[in-house]
């Protein structure tokens, strides 16, 4: 009788934590499980902003969280081109594109997100994402602000 039980009992005992990491792992082909594209939350400046700063600091907020390393001059660009740093803060899930020089007085810029932006899951943006804004019309406008 003890032999009839021990093989069983063997199988079992390999069979729970088999289960358990399954479970745990998204059904073992190690995914997190997030299958859901990203979205931009919001923008600074605002879609359609009107008499924007001149150094003004252009933000984007996500949903989630977001792989830091597809954030870059190529996935996050701004039009006319100017010059700048991108950066990514995990905690607020926001990325940042900080002008080097002071953007074009009376402009329409156009900020563009490709879908080369995914999150920490690998999940990429479901389409491009483009925001406008138009900057002062006179430096003596940023004096007033």
């Known amino acids: 009788m003890k032999s009839t039980l021990v093989k069983p009992l ?9 289960a358990m990491t399954l479970a745990c792992n998204g059904g073992g082909s190690g995914s997190t ?15 359609n ?3 924007v700063a001149l150094d003004a600091v252009i933000t984007v907020t996500f949903n989630e969280s977001m792989d830091e390393a597809t954030l870059d001059s190529v996935s996050f660009t701004i039009s006319p ?7 990514y803060e995990s905690a607020t899930r926001r990325a940042t594109l900080t002008p080097t020089t002071t953007l074009a007085v009376g402009t329409l810029y156009t ?28 430096i003596a406008d940023q004096w007033a602000q």
């Open 111 to 138: 900020v563009t997100l490709t879908t080369a932006c995914s999150d920490v899951a690998g999940n990429a943006l479901a389409a491009e994402y483009s925001f406008s804004f138009t900057t002062s019309t006179s």
């Open 49 to 51: 902003a009107t008499g």
């Open 10 to 18: 063997f199988l079992l005992i390999l069979a729970i934590p088999l």
């Open 33 to 47: 499980g997030d299958e859901i594209a990203p979205e931009v939350t919001v923008t600074s400046p605002a879609d």
């Open 81 to 87: 081109t100017t010059s700048g740093t991108i950066a």
